[in-house]
């Protein structure tokens, strides 16, 4: 079995290095079933040192010149050779415990994707009650949070990947997507919450609460379309770090 981590990144130099040792850190929970695992990091067009400090820390960079998540994590999904797709974002931080439970699941052999439940890295009580909710709705829904999923590498390009439309919640329509797949073949979609995925807070610190709320009232009156706009999705792709 080979596991291929894959973690988009622009501008990521403060935290990629962390990230990255995190998930090696946590890769021994795979090595210990000797499984392979590699871990690809696609530069989506950074201007700072992203690329250089990947390398330096052992990953395999490959280069998406489209400013978009969709984008970066299909071009690293492409380069990939692994059985399973693991996508982990560049602030975030997977324990061995949570790369150990993903193993148990894929060993089970009805399981054709999944996520997980999230857990902010630092003292943030309104963040920690919206990703509360968030992580309930994920459960419910099973709808893999963007900064973990893991899916078959044969299921993800039978569907076709991200969707390149969308430059947000492009998450939310895999999980969709593999979640009909899943049914058609007799496979599910777990969320897993044993081993919360750490993640940064950052855009707590970055955007103020009107400008997140401003975001979630245009998406909804404009039923969606606001998605498929890179300009109307500021908070991912403005550059702020």
């Not at 990629?16 to 989506?44: H, P």
């Not at 899943?182 to 969320?191: D, F, H, Y």
């Not at 606001?226 to 550059?239: A, I, P, S």
Request: hydrophobic letters at 45%; aromatic letters at 8%.
């Amino acid at each position: 079995m080979k596991i291929s981590v894959i973690v988009p990144a622009f501008n990521e130099e403060k935290l990629i290095a962390e990230t990255l040792r995190a998930i090696r850190a946590a890769g021994e929970s795979f090595l210990r079933l000797q499984w392979e695992i590699e871990i690809i990091v696609c530069d989506n067009n950074s201007t700072d040192r992203t690329a250089e400090l990947s390398r330096a820390e052992g990953a395999r960079v490959v280069f998406e010149p489209l400013n978009q998540i969709a984008r970066a994590r299909n071009s690293g999904a492409a380069a990939a050779t692994g059985d399973w797709m693991i996508f982990v974002d560049a602030d975030s931080h997977p324990s061995p415990g949570l790369f150990a439970a993903v193993a148990r699941e894929i060993q089970k052999g009805d399981v054709i994707a999944g996520g997980s439940t999230i857990r902010l890295i630092g003292p943030y009580p309104v963040g920690r009650l919206v990703t509360g909710g968030w992580n309930i709705l994920s459960r419910l829904q099973r709808w893999a949070a963007g900064s973990f999923i893991f899916c078959e590498a044969r299921a993800f390009r039978e569907i076709g990947g991200f969707s390149n439309e969308l430059f947000a919640a492009e998450e939310l329509d895999l999980s969709q997507r593999l979640k009909r797949l899943g049914s058609a073949t007799g496979r599910r979609m777990v969320i897993l919450h044993k081993d919360p995925l750490l993640t940064s807070a950052r855009k707590m610190d970055l955007y103020t609460p009107w400008e997140h709320m401003r975001f979630l009232a245009r998406t909804i009156l404009a039923g969606g379309r606001t998605l498929k706009k890179r300009d109307q999705c500021h908070t991912w792709y403005d550059g702020r770090r």
